[in-house]
């Protein structure tokens, strides 16, 4: 199963755009952004996404990119366990 990645276009101030199109340029997520994800609190304070419906943030972008292939690879690795 592909990772589902979430972006708030609110949040594209912090740098997460340059993020976003990362990650939409690999094929093997689906990347989706939304006008608003409705967690105004984070998205005001600093980059983040949803990772298969978990909030995943970081300091920086950088940051924040290092903290989603985390959450893919731990997604992945439990997807795996079950099969």
Known sequence: MRPIIEFCVNNMHHGTDKVLQ????N???DVIEYGCLGNCGEC??????YV???IVA???PEK???AIQIAIRDY???FEDET
């Open 22 to 25: 990362e990650l939409e340029d």
């Open 27 to 29: 094929p093997e997520y």
């Open 44 to 49: 005001f304070t600093l980059p983040y996404a």
């Open 64 to 66: 924040l990119m290092e």
């Open 58 to 60: 970081g300091e920086t």
């Open 76 to 78: 992945q690795q439990m």
């Open 52 to 54: 298969n419906g978990e």
